[in-house]
């Protein structure tokens, strides 16, 4: 009886000792459409350069071909390369056209694993297609502009948004997506000044979100990533090109190393498994990501 007691006590000793729980973390993923990791700079994104100083991140982890928004924010999410999810529909008219028969993407993401772990999910993106990628359902907020109908404010729109329906509710999964400099890149030219400049406002935007998690979030372990979906050149994107395929990735948050380079190859798709694992919610083993795991503490 003597060693069952003390079985117990061990027991809860372990217990008491494990990591936060899934409803003790906070993940926030940002995507910067169309983002060339050439194009960040003291210069260009000054807040950017500022926080990979306090993170653990890559200027050379790639997206998959084809190198468009859809396909690229499908791996993103899902965790799985195009050969295995197979879609690759980018076009604005038939998404919409699945959307007004209320059809949506059919395949388990962050925030279908999170909803089956009692998460809740924040999701405000840019473009209005990226609705396709989630399934109305009360677990979900979800708020998409159209930066087409209001190209000069959108950006700014969409950190209001996000700010007060995080300081009104606290959900687990937040889904941040900014659709510069994407207009910009097929409008003027990737790296031309209009793609830099709308690039600077996006970078302003990024520092309001820190200063949001620094001062919302001290006391709970959060989780903070910033990538893209595809690069660009001249005024398109979507080839196997370096310029096409190439995407930062950086993360920052308290149990994150800092002013760490990751030197390994990094997928889009492995940024869903190293999202659950920071959720502590089991991966599947379908998944063709890996959890970046060097870059915790």
């Not at 999910?121 to 502009?145: A, H, M, V």
């Not at 999964?173 to 400099?181: D, G, Q």
């Not at 520092?207 to 959060?222: A, C, P, R, W």
């Not at 800092?258 to 694992?277: E, S």
Request: glycine share 4%; proline share 4%; aromatic share 10%.
């Amino acid at each position: 009886m003597r060693y069952i007691f003390k079985f117990i006590l061990l027991f809860l000793l372990l217990f008491t000792l494990n990591p936060a729980s899934s409803e003790q973390r906070y993940v926030f993923l940002v995507t910067i459409d169309g983002l060339r990791p050439d194009a960040i700079s003291k210069t260009n994104t000054p807040n950017l350069t500022q926080l990979m100083q306090r993170s653990s991140f890559t200027l050379n982890a790639s997206t998959v071909f084809p190198s468009l928004t859809m396909p690229s924010h499908t791996s993103l999410l899902t965790g799985l390369d195009v050969k295995n999810h197979k879609h690759t529909l980018n076009d604005y008219q038939q998404i919409n056209k699945l959307l007004n028969q209320k059809k949506y993407l059919p395949i388990d993401t962050i925030f279908t694993y999170g909803k089956q772990n009692n998460l809740k999910t924040t999701f405000i993106c840019g473009k209005d297609k990226l609705r396709f990628l989630i399934k109305p359902s009360p677990e979900y907020n979800i708020l998409c502009y159209e930066i087409y109908n209001d190209r000069d404010n959108t950006i700014q729109k969409i950190t209001s948004a996000f700010i007060s329906a995080f300081k009104t509710q606290r959900n687990n999964i937040n889904f941040i997506h900014y659709p510069e400099p994407d207009l910009s890149g097929h409008i003027n030219g990737w790296m031309s000044d209009k793609y830099i400049e709308s690039l600077k406002k996006v970078d302003i935007e990024i520092q309001k979100l820190i200063v949001l998690l620094e001062n919302e979030m001290s006391d709970n372990n959060y989780l903070l990533i910033i990538t893209a979906d595809h690069g660009g050149t001249e005024n398109t994107h979507g080839s196997k090109s370096k310029e096409h395929m190439t995407i930062p990735w950086i993360a920052y948050g308290n149990s994150v190393k800092k002013n760490y380079k990751i030197n390994r190859d990094i997928k889009i798709y492995d940024t869903a498994p190293t999202i659950l694992h920071f959720l502590n919610i089991k991966i599947p083993e379908s998944l063709d990501g890996e959890v970046i795991i060097e870059i915790f503490n």
